[in-house]
């Protein structure tokens, strides 16, 4: 079974500030791992994924996560803060035979001016 | 290149109707899954079809049903809708079966039970 705990449904941080959205998974296999960002009233849009490698995982508009084994985290980051950040993540895993992604209940992220 | 289209957008059904969602995957796949995402919640996994078989299925009753066409496109239906199944339903696709491989989502469509 696999499973994803997003701490902290809503983050709210400045303009300019680090941007730091809490993602903690179960898996019993390797899992991979990947970030989604929902704006209002639309789809899902990929930030990143983990698969193999690089721990250190690079994705679009400056977001980054860090795959730590030890800790089952996935931890979303992005140094600086902009307005247009303002959105829903999810964090979702799926690892195995189980093809599909399970996600977590999302982090919704405000950007204050 | 076109990503996931989904219709329709939006559409309101009265409680005990049955509804019909259409999905056509990103140019390229031939894997489609749904979710269902309730307001407030993570999307939630539904089933997903391979050449043309369901190949796996989430905790969902068997009111909800697709099917997967040879040009790889999909519908979803619901049968018997209840007010809880009010929610916006992503269609998403990628390439084979590949638990890393890239999942594209649609736009959604949002169902109104009422």
């Known amino acids: 079974a696999q499973s994803v705990t997003q701490l902290g449904s809503h983050v709210s941080v400045s303009e300019g500030a680090l941007v730091l959205l809490r993602c903690n998974y179960s898996s019993s296999v390797p899992p991979y791992l990947f970030w989604y960002v929902q704006y209002p009233n639309q789809g899902l849009q990929l930030l990143l994924k983990?698969?193999?490698?690089?721990?250190l995982v690079k994705g679009i508009n400056g977001f980054e996560a860090e795959f730590k084994k030890s800790e089952t985290s996935f931890h979303l980051t992005k140094p600086s803060a902009h307005m247009s950040d303002a959105a829903e993540y999810f964090c979702?895993?799926?690892?195995?035979?189980?093809?599909?992604?399970?996600f977590g209940s999302g982090t919704q992220l405000t950007v204050l001016p | 290149d076109a990503g996931v289209t989904q219709s329709p957008t939006h559409l309101i059904k009265t409680r005990g109707q049955q509804v019909t969602l259409r999905c056509s995957p990103k140019s390229g796949h031939d894997t489609v899954s749904w979710y269902q995402q309730a307001l407030g919640q993570g999307p939630q996994f539904i089933f997903q079809y391979y050449e043309e078989e369901e190949r796996q299925r989430g905790n969902f009753p068997d009111r909800f049903s697709g099917h997967q066409f040879p040009n790889y496109s999909s519908e979803l239906n619901v049968n018997a809708l209840l007010l809880g199944d009010s929610a916006l339903y992503l269609c998403?696709?990628?390439?084979?079966?590949?638990?890393?491989?890239?999942?594209?989502f649609g736009e959604g469509s949002w169902l109104t039970v009422v």
């Open positions: 979702a895993v799926s690892s195995g035979s189980a093809r599909q992604l399970t």
């Open positions: 998403a696709s990628s390439q084979q079966l590949y638990s890393g491989n890239t999942i594209y």
């Open positions: 983990y698969t193999t490698g690089a721990t």
